[in-house]
């Protein structure tokens, strides 16, 4: 499959370029995301105040914006970073956290989509259903729907928006608007592991930063997320729990390769 071999081939890109990615990011996962970045070959930079978030997100190879702890200054930073983003040809990733949970994260998906554009957007179902405008119940900042027309919520959203949507969970959405690829990689406990969504939103911008094939760059962040987890989990002596697990993914996501990633890949249909 050919967006498969352009994922793959992307990680030894990032190793040799290693990109800039920009993080305004939740402080729950902040330093996990900085560890998922170096561990594929990027580097990070936690910039938030914006007295300099303009400056840093023209210099930097892509810009992520997570929610999951929003204030009114993190929001009005996202906008500023990413309206200069945009200015400068730099692709911006979202991380729709808790979306439509509480009136300040409407507004900030709300002001982010109207002065934005954005290159993909990661969330899990019921966030990315809030975004289609779908009836979804979202808990805190967990999903609490599976959701049987996700393929089509995905498809139909990135068409709206123009940019590639990525619905995580039991199985991964990946959708440009026209067609959806669908992975079944990761393993069970990377859901008693919080931030591994903040962490496949890192690993997204970092593999964008390198390629302006987008879709690609969703799928390989993805894949790497969950190729990671099932090595990790299954790697000798294996993790005691999801503790060890969690330390064992950064070492995973480091020795990743484009033969694992293009020998391990689950595709399956949505």
Request: aromatic share 4%; with cysteine.
């Amino acid at each position: 499959m050919e967006v498969l071999e352009t994922a793959a081939a992307l990680v030894p890109l990032i190793r040799e370029k290693k990109p800039l990615i920009h993080h305004i990011t939740n402080y729950v996962t902040i330093n996990d995301c900085a560890n998922i970045t170096l561990a594929i070959g990027a580097s990070p930079i936690m910039a938030i105040d914006k007295a300099e978030v303009e400056e840093i997100a023209a210099k930097a190879a892509a810009l992520l914006l997570n929610i999951g702890t929003p204030t009114l200054a993190s929001i009005e930073s996202m906008l500023l970073a990413g309206k200069k983003a945009n200015e400068f040809g730099v692709p911006v990733i979202l991380d729709p956290v808790g979306a439509g949970f509480t009136q300040l994260r409407r507004m900030a998906v709300s002001n982010i989509l109207k002065t934005v554009k954005l290159a993909v957007i990661r969330g899990n179902a019921a966030e990315i259903g809030f975004l289609a405008g779908a009836n979804t119940n979202i808990k805190g900042v967990d999903s609490t729907i599976t959701g049987e027309n996700n393929d089509k919520i995905a498809r139909e959203l990135a068409a709206q928006l123009g940019c590639v949507v990525v619905i995580t969970g039991e199985k991964d959405l990946i959708s440009a608007g026209n067609k959806v690829y669908c992975t079944a990689n990761g393993h069970k406990m990377l859901t008693q592991i919080t931030g591994t969504g903040c962490m496949i939103s890192s690993l997204i911008a970092a593999f964008a930063a390198v390629t302006d094939n987008y879709l690609a760059a969703a799928l390989g962040g993805v894949l790497a997320m969950g190729i990671a987890g099932e090595t990790a989990y299954h790697s000798p002596g294996g993790p005691k729990g999801p503790g060890t697990l969690k330390v064992k993914i950064f070492d995973h996501i480091s020795t990743l390769t484009p033969d694992t990633i293009k020998g391990l890949a689950k595709l399956t249909n949505p």
